[in-house]
């Protein structure tokens, strides 16, 4: 039995039914009940709990061969910040209770670094409550979804112009499909061993895009003109901070300070395996433009 907390997300979504079509039984961790049909469909056993209730959470994941976690933004809780890092704090309990023989926990590229980068330094701190779990723990750090993009489509083909964060527009960046990770991430979890401590590993799509790039898909999509242009740093704090916290603004901020540094936000240098998607960009983009 393999449980999927978050089972309902793009990414557990792609895992649970990885694993069902490849036979194995899946129990998906739910918060409520309006997600759960698609999952049942597929032949998951379905049980609820509160991402931030860990005895909840630990009954939910008991007595299972391997666990998938990820702890997820929620862009519209009171503080997004504070509620990421009490989701990571419940996680690390509940696993810490339900000790199961292998944990996957979905990271970020750049928790490595030491220092204060923002929003994967959040996720450095998950990974090291992680460590303090006993049994075999598989770290994949993902790349950046290209599916973020989606909340900007609309405008830039609107207005022909794609409001990015990123400085150089022509900057390659890693990202990659969320299904895609997905799938990765059931691979992993099927590779049979007895091992034990941390192992860690990054994920990313089959090449490096930049925002021009993404420009010119949504251009060959939309067959309108589309030309990326960078926000002047000056009004970054503006622009977030009208839609989230400041706090999860500052995250923010120098999460895309560090990408704009190049080469700060990426693999650790050395460690761990690298794992490809197979979806482009145009794949994955496709499917978020407006229907006329």
């Known amino acids: 039995?393999?449980?999927?907390?978050?089972?309902?997300?793009?990414?557990g979504y792609a895992t649970a039914l990885t694993l069902r079509q490849s036979g194995m039984e899946v129990r998906a961790v739910?918060?409520?009940?309006?997600?759960?049909?698609?999952?049942?469909?597929?032949?998951?056993?379905?049980?609820?709990?509160?991402l931030q209730d860990p005895d909840a959470?630990?009954?939910?994941?008991?007595?299972?061969?391997a666990v998938q976690v990820v702890a997820p933004l929620m862009p519209r809780a009171k503080d997004p910040a504070d509620d990421l890092r009490?989701?990571?704090?419940?996680?690390?309990?509940?696993?810490?209770?339900?000790?199961?023989?292998?944990?996957?926990?979905?990271?970020?590229?750049?928790?490595?670094?030491?220092?204060?980068?923002?929003m994967p330094s959040v996720f450095r701190e998950f990974e090291e409550k992680l460590v303090q779990v006993s049994g075999h723990t598989l770290v994949v750090r993902s790349a950046e979804h290209m599916q973020n993009w989606?909340?900007?489509i609309p405008a830039a083909i609107e207005s022909g112009s794609l409001p990015t964060f990123l400085d150089p527009v022509n900057r390659l960046v890693p990202t990659i499909s969320?299904?895609?990770?997905?799938?990765?991430?059931?691979?992993l979890?099927?590779?049979?061993?007895?091992?034990?401590?941390?192992?860690?590993?990054?994920?990313?799509?089959?090449?490096r895009y930049s925002a021009s790039d993404v420009a010119t898909v949504l251009g060959e999509l939309s067959g309108r003109p589309i030309h990326a242009q960078s926000v002047p740093r000056m009004h970054w704090d503006e622009i977030m901070k009208r839609n989230t916290s400041a706090t999860l603004a500052d995250l923010l901020m120098k999460a895309n300070d560090a990408v704009n540094q190049g080469?700060?936000?990426?693999?650790?240098?050395?460690?761990?395996?690298?794992?490809?998607?197979?979806?482009?960009?145009?794949?994955?983009?496709?499917?978020?433009?407006?229907?006329?």
């Open 263 to 292: 080469g700060v936000v990426d693999i650790e240098e050395n460690v761990g395996e690298v794992c490809y998607g197979t979806t482009e960009l145009i794949d994955a983009l496709r499917p978020l433009l407006p229907q006329p």
């Open 86 to 118: 009490r989701s990571i704090a419940s996680l690390a309990a509940a696993l810490a209770q339900a000790r199961p023989r292998r944990t996957l926990a979905i990271s970020d590229y750049g928790a490595h670094v030491a220092h204060d980068i923002g």
């Open 150 to 152: 989606a909340r900007v």
């Open 30 to 50: 739910l918060r409520n009940e309006s997600k759960a049909a698609r999952l049942a469909e597929i032949g998951c056993d379905i049980v609820f709990a509160d």
């Open 57 to 65: 959470l630990g009954s939910a994941i008991a007595g299972v061969e």
């Open 1 to 11: 039995m393999y449980a999927i907390v978050g089972a309902a997300g793009k990414v």
């Open 178 to 187: 969320a299904p895609d990770l997905g799938k990765i991430t059931a691979a």
């Open 189 to 207: 979890l099927m590779r049979a061993d007895g091992k034990e401590g941390l192992e860690i590993y990054h994920a990313e799509g089959p090449r």
